[in-house]
DNA sequence: AAATTCAGCGAACGGCTGTTTACTGAATGA
DNA sequence: TCATTCAGTAAACAGCCGTTCGCTGAATTT
């Protein structure tokens, strides 16, 4: 048999995430298709070999990266469709916990706009799969809120890309807004864009039938 | 006194083309922060060290493709906006323009797109700067339509960056619907999604002032 | 207790990188 | 006509790259 949890498998599993958090680290100031296989493994401080017990390759552990850093993403989502609560209230609460998202994965969201129109083909798949499940997430949580007679299933889809296109953009805009030698102000900023942008997109949406 | 078109300067601005269209080319398939300065020297067919007659680095040579793709954008964008017409009229328009702009230019989105985000920071920094501008153009060209009661500068701005946003992400999903092995049922989809978001903000923008 | 698995190591490989150097020779200017 | 400018060259530099190899020794299995 085999066990899920012997020590040799959690040595395994270690030098895996730390291999996984270099790169994220190393990422901060590059794309991944400039980093370099060594240049991860001297940051984890194991030899260069060792790489290819975890990966296959660089782009392979960028694939890795896209499902850590898009499933926090999607726990988020998840509390935000959760809410049962009115227009204004969920503004509010879907730009706060973008911005709390932002602070606490930083690394996270660089990742994952760097590279969704980055230079590695299997890593920008994997992020517009993913983006697409989002999509029909919310998609599916709106849509028994909407009066089916003026919103076919097309409608509701291209609303929910633009929730979730708006989101990463809200998420990138406070990236930058909290980046180092920002003020606050600008983070507030942000956030009262970001408020009023999904403002109007409500206002779209409730008037959606006058056409 | 100095010449602008002695036949010494034009060669040397023909090199200087051939230096950027080759990098144009390579960086359909990587990012700028991977791109080396051989290989794009090896691509025009000179010798390494010319490079620097014309570029200090890459990022350079990066901020100068900023310049010329986002001035390509530019002439569509005041093309757009010297339109007069209706609402309906000028989001077909629009839409039209950007499938036909990423048709005719699709190194230059993908540059864009790729490098808006990417691991160069005077290029990520450039071409904020320029769209920055853009989101001006369109505020100015915007305000006399909008009551100015309901709208604020703040809220005309608010606009305008939600209308450049768009068409970033407009322009990028037409050239992944345009990629090889797509079907042109893909870019009819993207043109009819880009629309439909676009006449959403237009009803939000109608029904502002009930807020 | 003996056999096996396997994560990590160290060394070596050919190949590619950015940058500097002194140079050539055609376009330019006096 | 003669001197100067300067875009492009060829060669060399140290340094890093991804990948492969056989090996070690502790965890695991029999």
Redesign the pocket.
């Known amino acids: ?3 899920t949890s ?4 959690a ?2 599993e ?2 895996r995430r730390a291999l996984m958090d270099a790169a994220l680290g190393l990422l901060e100031d590059q794309s991944l298709s400039s ?5 991860v493994t ?1 940051a984890v ?10 990966f296959r ?2 782009s392979d552990l960028g694939v890795a990266l896209v499902e850590e850093c898009l499933s926090s993403l999607h726990h988020m989502i998840g509390a935000i469709l959760a809410g049962q609560d009115g227009d204004e209230e969920r503004i509010e609460a879907t730009v706060d916990a973008v911005a709390e998202h932002v602070r606490r994965y930083p690394a996270h969201i660089r990742f994952i706009a760097r590279e969704r129109h980055g230079g590695v083909r299997p890593v920008r798949q994997a992020i517009a799969a993913e983006l697409d499940r989002f999509a029909d997430e919310v998609a599916t949580a709106f849509c028994p809120r909407l009066p089916a007679e003026s919103w076919p299933p097309e409608d509701v889809r291209m609303l929910a890309e633009m929730y979730v296109d708006h989101m990463v953009m809200t998420a990138t805009a406070f990236l930058e807004a909290q980046a180092d030698h920002s003020e606050a102000a600008d983070e507030r900023r942000v956030a009262a864009t970001a408020r009023k942008q999904l403002l109007l997109i409500s206002l779209g949406r409730r008037h959606w039938h006058d056409v």
């Open positions: 048999m085999s066990h012997g020590v040799r498998q040595q395994k270690k030098t980093l370099g296989l060594r240049e001297r401080g194991v030899a260069p070999a060792a790489f290819y017990r975890h390759d660089l």
